[in-house]
């Protein structure tokens, strides 16, 4: 059961620490080095099933007079593996494997899926979605054409699933001790290493029939800082769709360790934050969560079709300040939400959504597409098998600006400085709030004191307008972004920017 | 004994024979239907059936687990090979075990967690509720749009076994229903709706009471003004105490607490509420949302005192957390239950007359709670008070509290609980809280 209503960024997913788990490719390699090159034998050998077959089965989904039909295979394997207390505490794998058949008949879709790949199951769920129709059916589709991705966003090379525990457990051991070592009043540390690589074969009954393997890791550190009877937590993390590189090149364990003790420490001695308007700086490293929810959300096209997103006739308008310019690039080499291909096949691009102010794009999916008479712009993602597509961000941008960072904080006299979060949410209609770990207080445009717990609350629509300074400075952020029950990982990013008045919710 | 079980305890009699100290499996399979009706038409129609396992293994107190949704044999039995190697390479835990046997001496049937219904009801009396409570949503003047109603049902089959000799089974229903509305125009715009589930049929409302539940939170907030900064009484609704109660019962988790990311840590048995509060998390209320027999390591359901006349009287724990804390589970391990605030003996009514100037709480957005301080900070929507009457519509504002602080200044308790949540409570007054405007 979903509200349907709710949109959340999640910084830490409940997935993440300790829930799921770990081990290399599992059966003996079998499925090492399988990859969508392989033509054929890719979904012969991952889920026995040949091209034959599934053209039969994409045609028993048309027999009620569906306009389209789409078989997505999906296998993925998921690790992991949490230190806690000084010690490794546990580990697991996690296989995932099963089939989800979709009809579509003008703006509606059935949806069938099983975990059980025999033929005949497979069309008892292709008969399942087939009902959304009732008039005569489809005799003839396309015939399949195996196509491979053109894009390789993914770092493959020293992939995760190729490793074996103890390599893991270093890694892990690195980032659990990065943050315990760092101070004497660091007082528990929990470090997960979550992997996956999931493999998915789409076919439909335009003829496509496509595959991807697509890594996904995530080294995450929570650190509990004590002094004085008093208590804090931070959270550091980060990952994407990368190998083992990238922990040794881009970011070390180590110092992801060190940044949620450092965070926790300064929490220890942050005040509550102020309450009322005033300016709002957002810090670059996280604030893309602001982005995520004010303009990813309403910018996705089943709330223009459905009526729902306030953004919905905006189309050409004049939205933000002239100094925005927003895009979602999904191709951005390594990134958490980054895909070669999105869950529908299509390939995914770089899509501007508002340009130098002016609203140029939604994201969207095949259906809401071909409702809107819009170019397809391959953002149709789903949590797995068992959910349908649905429009969704991937990495979400707000480009860089030209003013130094340390200028947009001089010119506040007293106001609010958005470092961390926890998260944010959006409606429909435009109001978000986002939730602040920590914050510092400016005054006489200079950063002072820490502050902690706070919330930011406004209106898509007016804020856009209310950003009136953007730093040359850029940050990423990972998440977990959920709409409508289905949870998909996400990056966002921004430079450091101002916003000239917003609501701080902090203690009077 | 059901087919499932018998898998999972042959998989027990495989892992021990490979080398496992002790095992657990479960093994569970469902079937859910759900259709989405917008503007009358099914919009999304799914049906399907799926199956999972899951393993934890134990080697010389070192664990390991595993899940899987491919339930061939063989992928099953590498899944088990594979989680033992891997127990290995973890560390020794001296608190880690499987719960000692205790049996589940009560009739589960009497738990009320499966309805016949489920069987009878056909598609199109679903497709028929969904429709009619959408067709109500719309029908008033103030509505401009429909963002959907559903209607959905779910049947499981739970089914988990150990090696410590414990077995045990059950199936349970749910049927969920709802729709989402749109009242206001131009850019301000307010989205709500309502939705209802329950373990039984019967528990749902007519089409008539949900659609007007739906129609009266959307409608709510239009023309909604932004107030003052100021530090004032909040009361909150029954879904805003369930809220509430939401961030409670992760600061009364028994991880939270031997972690110490929880204001609660060392506060058993002290006071940290008014003497009015009583919160009790009941595994065995029949036919609620969050009953159940057993928790996810087969340790039986009870009923726990939470907090009892303000005091702390326990924490909420599962075999690990109990053991490393010297308490016994308390059958929580997977999470709380129907975990709630009695009734105190308030009216609604009263409580609003007692406020001069205020917050009527209906609606929160955000994150916004840290278990490790108690500082809760949220968007906040609802209705101002005045003179002990509600007048006016709040939006865009936040709310902020520490919950220590919140739940001792709790000054009244309504009488007007539900169970229709797992997680609930009746309206309560809390004495103050900052709200942040302009």
Known sequence: ?508 | MSKLLKLAEKMIEYGVKKGATQMQASINEGTEFNVEIRNQNIEKLTEAGSIGASFKIIVDQKVATASSSDLKEDTLKSLIDNAITRAKLTSADEFSALPDKEDVDFDISKLKLYDENINKMTPEKKIAYAKKIEEIGKSDSRINLSAGAFFGTGNGSYNLANSNGFSGSYKNTIFSTGVFLQSGSGDNLFEDGWYEYGRNLSTLPSEEVLAKKAIERTTLLMGAKKIDTQVVPVIFDPQMTGSLLGFLSSCVNGSSIYMKRSFLVDKLNTKIASDIVNIYDDGLLPGAPGTRPFDGEGVPSRKTSVIENGELKSYLLGTYSGRKLKMKSTGNSSGSTNFYMANGTSTPEDIIKSVKNGLYLVKTMGQGTDPTTGALSKGAFGLWIENGKLTYPVAEITISGQLGEMLAGIEMVGNDLTHNRSTCGPTIKVAEMTISGK
């Open chain 1, 1 to 508: 059961m979903s509200d349907k209503t709710r949109r959340t960024f999640l910084k830490q997913c409940g997935a993440g620490m300790g829930a799921v788990m770990a081990s290399g490719l599992w059966m003996n390699g079998m499925f090492m080095g399988c990859s969508p090159q392989d033509g054929d034998s890719f979904f012969e050998n991952l889920f026995q099933i040949s091209k034959e077959e599934m053209q039969k089965l994409l045609l028993v989904a048309l027999s009620k007079g569906g306009e389209f039909s789409e078989l997505y295979f999906e296998y993925s394997i998921n690790n992991s593996v949490r230190m806690e207390e000084d010690i490794i505490k546990s580990s697991s794998e996690s296989i995932s494997l099963g089939v989800g058949v979709r009809v579509i008949k003008g703006e509606q879709t059935g949806y069938g899926y099983t975990n059980d790949l025999s033929f005949e199951k497979i069309k008892h769920a292709a008969l399942t979605a087939a009902a959304i129709a009732n008039t005569d059916a489809k005799l003839k589709i396309a015939d399949l054409n195996v196509l491979t991705p053109k894009l390789q966003t993914y770092d493959m090379k020293n992939s995760f699933s190729d490793k074996h525990l103890e390599e893991k457990i270093t890694m892990v051991k690195e980032a659990y001790q990065g943050a315990k070592d760092h101070d004497p009043k660091i007082a528990k540390v929990s470090a997960a290493l979550a992997d996956e690589i999931q493999y998915i074969t789409i076919a439909n009954s335009d003829g496509l029939l496509i595959s991807d393997v697509r890594p996904q890791v995530r080294l995450m550190v929570s650190a509990t800082a004590s002094d004085k009877g008093t208590l804090s937590t931070a959270f550091a993390n980060n990952g994407g769709r990368v190998g083992t590189d990238f922990y040794k090149n881009n970011d070390h364990p180590k110092d992801i360790g060190i940044r949620a003790a450092k965070e926790a420490l300064i929490l220890l001695e942050a005040e509550d934050a102020p309450a009322g308007e005033m300016p709002v700086v957002l810090h670059k490293d996280q604030s893309g969560v602001m982005i995520h929810e004010a303009v990813g959300h309403p910018l996705e096209a089943d709330g223009v079709w459905k009526g729902t997103t306030i953004m919905k006739d905006k189309l050409n308008e004049m939205v933000a300040n002239p100094l925005v310019t927003i895009y979602d690039d999904a191709t951005i080499a390594g990134y958490r939400g980054s895909l070669n291909i999105d869950d529908e096949g299509i390939e995914t691009k770089n899509v501007p959504l508002i340009e130098k102010g002016k609203l140029v794009g939604f994201l969207n999916d095949k259906l809401s597409a071909k409702i809107l008479k819009h170019k397809e712009n391959g953002h149709g993602r789903r949590q797995s098998y068992a959910h349908p597509p649905i429009p969704r961000m991937n990495n979400t941008v707000l480009a860089g600006g030209e003013t130094d960072p340390q200028e947009i904080i001089s010119s506040v006299e007293k106001g609010f400085y958005a470092v961390s979060y926890q998260g944010g949410q959006v409606s429909g209609t435009g109001k978000f709030t986002f939730s602040v770990n920590l914050g510092y207080l400016i005054e006489n445009g200079k950063i002072t004191k820490p502050l902690k717990n706070a919330t930011l609350i406004g209106t898509n629509v007016q804020i856009l307008k209310e950003i009136n300074m953007i730093g040359n400075d850029m940050g990423y952020f990972l998440g977990t972004c959920g709409k409508e029950g289905q949870s998909v990982p996400v990056t966002c990013g921004t430079p450091t920017m101002k916003i000239s008045r917003m609501t701080v919710g902090g203690k009077a």
